[in-house]
DNA sequence: ATTGAAACCTTCCAGTA
DNA sequence: TACTGGAAGGTTTCAAT
């Protein structure tokens, strides 16, 4: 593990809720001149603490209305490789985790409406070994910026 | 809803996967002039299709290597403003979800340890009328750029 | 850590199809 | 209405102190 200290965790906080600010908009707020800033971001980018930058969409605008969590049981025989790719060769499927005990994965999808979610979920079942799937739609979502 | 055509779905395909990706990068590759790509990048921000611009964090670099989904569920009369607050009062809480019937509520929640997430996991208990949890530890993850 | 300079990017405005 | 092109201002980046 790096050393981050203080200064670091301020400026990925700052990075985090807009990854578009510039060095020499953080260099006053954390005191620090503006080289030495872009020197801790390149630091935490090289280091891996930083994997990317990317922007946060409202799916719901673009036509994606409806957000489900769906959770897979697969046979015990089910590698764990097979399991993630199967579930992300949907291009609807936008997280996957695999989880310890029961359920054995847990896909977050993003579809249109609930017909189109039903087809995912049908596409789920129908590849790998699943026995079973449970299907948690959401409500609201808040995320921590 | 805003009409967004195949340009606009390229130029948000580029800036998820970069978001630091610059106008003048990105305007030979869609075929328009520098000036044109900042006016469609522009308005997707006002429209609201773009929420925002972040960086994507390695939490187990910053000595939180624990992840789980937390399952909750509330007594009837508990109204979801208040599930919400409640879970997100915590900052080792990443996200919540509300949810359509059992259970109520699905937190994200990121730890250092396992002592760790005992400890959160009994906050989240403790606060509102919890009347149940169920822990999902996350061996793997695979979100999508 | 700071300074200074070069290169690059963003931003805006007027012009054009 | 949407795109192009150029000019001005700001930011990044690098080298030297």
Redesign the interface.
């Known amino acids: 593990?790096?050393e981050?200290d203080d200064v670091d965790h301020r400026l990925?906080r700052m990075?985090?809720?807009?990854?578009?600010r510039t060095f020499s908009e953080m260099a006053p707020e954390v005191g620090l001149s503006v080289a030495a800033v872009k020197r801790r971001v390149d630091r935490l980018r090289d280091?891996?603490?930083?994997?990317?930058?990317?922007?946060?969409?409202?799916h719901a605008?673009?036509?994606r209305a409806v957000?489900a969590?769906v959770e897979i049981t697969y046979t015990g025989s089910t590698p764990?490789g097979e399991i993630?790719r199967t579930a992300?060769r949907a291009p609807e499927?936008?997280?996957?985790?695999?989880?310890?005990?029961a359920?054995d994965a847990?896909v977050q999808v993003r579809v249109r409406d609930i017909a189109h979610l039903q087809q995912v979920i049908d596409g789920l079942r129908r590849t790998g070994h699943v026995t079973g799937t449970k299907t948690?739609?959401?409500?609201?979502?808040?995320?921590?910026?």
């Open positions: 593990m790096t981050i990925l990075l985090r809720e807009d990854g578009r280091s891996g603490v930083i994997t990317g930058f990317t922007i946060q969409i409202d605008k673009l036509g957000e969590f764990v993630v992300y499927v936008q997280a996957v985790h695999t989880i310890a005990g359920p847990l948690l739609m959401v409500l609201g979502s808040w995320t921590r910026n």
